[in-house]
C-alpha cells in the first residue's frame, strides 16, 4: 500500500519490482521450494545428519555468492536480461538497484536452510514471523523517504529489502540457538572435510533429486520472470499493475496453500518414510477439504469484489483511479486460477514425498510450455491482464496432469464426500452475499 501511494504504477515503479523480482527468481528456484523439499526428504533418509547439512549448505551458498558477485560486477546486464523491452537509458537506471537488492539472495539462502532445519523438527513460528521483518524493514525505508524524490526512495526500498534479510537471518539464528540446534550443525562444519566420505551416497542422492525438483519449482517463477519479461514491451506501468495484483493473489495462496503445504510436508514424509501412506492419504484428505474451502471463498471474494479491493488498498497518492481499473482487471485473471493452483501445491507434495521430483518437473515443464504459448497469444488483445490470464490457464493444466500423477481414482475418492455438497451451498450463499455487498459498496465509491 504503501510503495503504490509513494510511487504510483510508473518507470520507477518499474525499475524497482524488476531489481527485487531478480533475487526473488532466483531465491524461488534455489532455496525455497526446491531446496526445501529436497533437501527434507534426504535429510530425513542421511545417516550422518550434520555432516551432510553442512555439506549441502556450503555448496549452495558457494554457487550462489559467485552468482551475487557476477550480478555486482555487470548489473546493467542483469537488468536487461528481466527487461528487455526497456531502453538503454531505463536499464541504466536499473543498474545500481539491480546489484544493492541481489544481495538479499546469499542472506535469503541461510535463512531457506535455517528454516528447513526448524521445519523438520516441526518449528514453523520463526519461519512465519521472519517475513514480517522484511516487510516492515520496507515500510520503514518507505517512511523515512517520504519526501524524497522517487530515484531516492527506490534506493530506500532497495536497501530496506537488505536489511531485511539480514534480520530475517538474524531471527532464525536466534532460534536455532533457543533449540539447541546449533552444536550438532557445528559438529558438521567442524568435521566435512574429514568425514566427507559418510555422506558421499546421501549427497549423491539429494544432488540427484534437486535439480528435478529446482526445475519444477523454478516454472511458476519462470512464469513471472516472463511476465516482466513480456510486460516491459508494454505500456509504462504494466510491470507496477501486474506486481500489485499478484501481491493480492499471493495472499490467499500465501496464506493457505503455502502455510498447508509447508506444515503438511514433513508429516507426509515421515508416514510415506515409515509405509505408513493410509495415514499420509488421511492427512491429504483433511487438507484437501481445508483447502478447497478457503481457496473457493477466496476466488469469488476476489474476483467479485477485484475493484473495490484495489480501491481500497492502494488508490491513494501517486496511484490513480485509472491504475485501480487496470489493475483490478489483471486480478481477475489471476484469481480465477487460484484454486487450481493452490490445490496443486498440496498433491504435488505427494510427489516430492515419494521422491518423484522428475515427475513433478515434467508437469511444470507442459505448464510452462502452455504459459508461453497462450502468453504470446493473449498479450496483443488483453495487454497485462492477457499475461495474467496466461498464467491461469497454465495453472489448470499443471492442476489437471498432477491429479493423474497423482491417482484419478484416488483423486475422486477424496471428492466422494458430503463435505462437497455442503462446499458448493456454501459458495453459492457467499457468492449471492458478495454480489449485493457490490452494489452496496458501489453507492459509496
Do not use: C
Not at 96 to 104: D, K, L, Q, T
Not at 174 to 191: D, Q, R, S, T, V
Not at 364 to 375: D, E, N
Request: hydrophobic fraction near 55%.
Amino acid at each position: 500500500m504503501l510503495t503504490a501511494s509513494a510511487l504510483g504504477a510508473n518507470i520507477y515503479s518499474d525499475i524497482f519490482f524488476v531489481a527485487f523480482k531478480l533475487p526473488n527468481l532466483f531465491r524461488r528456484i534455489f532455496a525455497e521450494g526446491a531446496f526445501t523439499q529436497a533437501f527434507i526428504p534426504a535429510y530425513a533418509h542421511a545417516r550422518h545428519k550434520s555432516l551432510f547439512s553442512a555439506n549441502i549448505f556450503l555448496l549452495f551458498l558457494s554457487i550462489i555468492l559467485v552468482i551475487t558477485m557476477l550480478v555486482n560486477i555487470m548489473p546493467s546486464l542483469a537488468a536487461s536480461a528481466i527487461a528487455v523491452g526497456f531502453d538503454e537509458k531505463t536499464i541504466e537506471l536499473s543498474a545500481p538497484y539491480v546489484a544493492i537488492n541481489f544481495w538479499y539472495l546469499p542472506l535469503i539462502f541461510g535463512v531457506t536452510f535455517l528454516s528447513t532445519m526448524l521445519q523438520y523438527k516441526r518449528h514453523f513460528a520463526t519461519t512465519a514471523f521472519s517475513t514480517a521483518l522484511l516487510n516492515i524493514s520496507l515500510i520503514i525505508a518507505l517512511l523515512l523517504s517520504e519526501d524524497k524524490s522517487q530515484s531516492e526512495i527506490v534506493y530506500y526500498l532497495s536497501f530496506g529489502v537488505v536489511i531485511g534479510g539480514i534480520l530475517q537471518l538474524i531471527a532464525h539464528i536466534i532460534a536455532l540457538y533457543n533449540l539447541a540446534l546449533f552444536k550438532p550443525l557445528y559438529g558438521g562444519f567442524k568435521y566435512i572435510k574429514e568425514k566427507s566420505h559418510l555422506i558421499k551416497e546421501d549427497s549423491k542422492k539429494f544432488k540427484k533429486q534437486f535439480f528435478p525438483a529446482m526445475w519444477g519449482n523454478s516454472t511458476p517463477q519462470v512464469s513471472a520472470f516472463l511476465d516482466t519479461f513480456l510486460a516491459s514491451f508494454l505500456a509504462t506501468g504494466s510491470i507496477s499493475y501486474l506486481y500489485y495484483a499478484n501481491r493480492i493473489f499471493q495472499l490467499p495462496l500465501a496464506l493457505f496453500a503455502i502455510a498447508t503445504s509447508i506444515a503438511l510436508f514433513p508429516s507426509i514424509a515421515r508416514y510415506i518414510k515409515n509405509s505408513d501412506e493410509k495415514k499420509a492419504r488421511e492427512y491429504m484428505r483433511k487438507a484437501f477439504w481445508f483447502l478447497a474451502a478457503l481457496l473457493s471463498a477466496s476466488t469469488i471474494g476476489g474476483y467479485i469484489l477485484s475493484h473495490e479491493i484495489i480501491w481500497f488498498l492502494f488508490e491513494r497518492g501517486s496511484f490513480t483511479a485509472k491504475d485501480t481499473l487496470v489493475t483490478a482487471q489483471i486480478l481477475q485473471m489471476y484469481m480465477l486460477g487460484l484454486l487450481p493452483l493452490g490445490l496443486q501445491k498440496l498433491f504435488l507434495l505427494w510427489l516430492y514425498a515419494n521422491e518423484q521430483q522428475l515427475h513433478a518437473a515434467k508437469i511444470a515443464t507442459f505448464s510452462l510450455l502452455f504459459y508461453i504459448a497462450f502468453a504470446l497469444i493473449l498479450i496483443t488483445p488483453l495487454g497485462a491482464s492477457g499475461l495474467a490470464l496466461a498464467g491461469t490457464i497454465s495453472g489448470f493444466i499443471g492442476f489437471i496432469m498432477t491429479i493423474k500423477a497423482f491417482g484419478v481414482k484416488d483423486f475422486f475418492d477424496i471428492l466422494r464426500n458430503k463435505k462437497a455438497i455442503y462446499l458448493l451451498i456454501g459458495s453459492s450463499i457467499f457468492t449471492i452475499i458478495l454480489i449485493v455487498l457490490k452494489d452496496f459498496i458501489s453507492v459509496y465509491i
